[in-house]
């Protein structure tokens, strides 16, 4: 645990506040004429990924928690623990399904996901990678002749994940997905 100070506020720099562990994802120094100088920042919850803005009186006294970023390969699902080995030590680890949120059904195996790692070793967090490119299973065939825009069919996926896609994907076909929405993004060539 580091003491730090509102004027050590850096972009993802991890603190515990209120008992939680938070990331930093933005902060403005504030100083309103003849008050007291404040900072406004928006915190991104590791556990639940839930943001919220909040103000800390200019130099409080912070809890920093040092994280180290790691790279994990995600390789096989044991029960309901998702196995993962770092890509540099190959020490493996599991990790529970519950920390990953509804993004984990875009997950395959061999794709690589960076670790929030604590100093006693501890994973705090999993961050997928924003897109990921996923080969789709199973579509019913767009109806000839429906030329409605922006009109979408379910599609499952390889991972058994079911994404709403344009009429003009067909199984066979690679798809990008944006992990933080759920959504289809583009088709890969």
Do not use: C
């Amino acid at each position: 645990m580091g003491n730090a100070t509102t004027a050590d506020f850096r972009n993802g720099m991890v603190i515990r506040y209120n008992n939680e562990l938070w990331t930093i994802t933005e902060f403005h120094h504030v100083s309103p004429g003849n008050w007291r100088a404040f900072v406004r920042t928006r915190l991104k919850n590791l556990k639940n990924g839930r943001v919220i803005e909040q103000r800390f009186n200019a130099g409080t006294d912070i809890d920093e928690v040092r994280v180290e970023h790691q790279n994990w390969q995600f390789l096989y699902v044991d029960g309901d623990d998702y196995i993962f080995m770092n890509t540099e030590t190959f020490d493996q680890r599991p990790v529970p399904k519950e920390m990953f949120g509804d993004a984990i059904k875009f997950l395959k195996e061999q794709d690589v996901v960076e670790m929030l790692v604590d100093d006693n070793e501890n994973t705090i967090a999993i961050e997928l990678p924003n897109f990921l490119e996923l080969r789709v299973e199973s579509a019913e065939p767009g109806v000839r002749g429906d030329t409605a825009t922006n009109v979408t069919k379910p599609a499952t996926l390889e991972t058994g994940a079911i994404v709403n896609v344009p009429l003009f994907i067909n199984p066979g076909d690679r798809i990008r997905v944006d992990t933080r929405t759920g959504q289809y993004v583009e088709r890969v060539k």
